[in-house]
Nanobody, 125 residues
Framework: QVQLVESGGGLVQAGGSLRLSCAAPGRTFSSYAMGWFRQVPGKEREFAAAISWNTGNKYYGESVKGRFTISRDNAKNMLYLEMNSLKPEDTAIYYC??????????????????WGQGTQVTVSS
């Protein structure tokens, strides 16, 4: 079982930036596609960004495109989400996820096998 641990969430003013990190202590996910999703209570989990195992492919949700950047460092076993120009509507719990069956990322949450517990991002207006 791969345990993913997110960090870096917090409270930020609109227009500000945050960098989320995701680690997998004791387990490597360098061969897995990885993704970031977000969820607001009472709503479905929303795709934010995904990256292939070798960083060659990156996908973004329409609502974050141009503002968020996903990256990974396989040597450090880390996944990142750089979030700029944050808006109040970006407020959500952000989850990282790993797809052990694929090296090419998908935007569908159900395809991912492992999930972290999430980190809260709150953007004030």
């Amino acid at each position: 079982q791969v345990q993913l641990v997110e960090s870096g969430g917090g409270l930020v003013q609109a227009g500000g930036s945050l960098r989320l990190s995701c680690a997998a202590p004791g387990r490597t996910f360098s061969s897995y596609a990885m993704g970031w999703f977000r969820q607001v209570p009472g709503k479905e989990r929303e795709f934010a960004a995904a990256i292939s195992w070798n960083t060659g492919n990156k996908y973004y949700g329409e609502s974050v495109k141009g503002r968020f950047t996903i990256s990974r460092d396989n040597a450090k076993n880390m996944l990142y989400l750089e979030m700029n120009s944050l808006k109040p509507e970006d407020t959500a719990i952000y989850y990282c996820a790993a797809d052990r069956h694929s090296r090419v990322p998908t935007t569908t949450a159900s395809h991912y096998d492992y999930w972290g517990q999430g980190t809260q991002v709150t953007v004030s207006s």
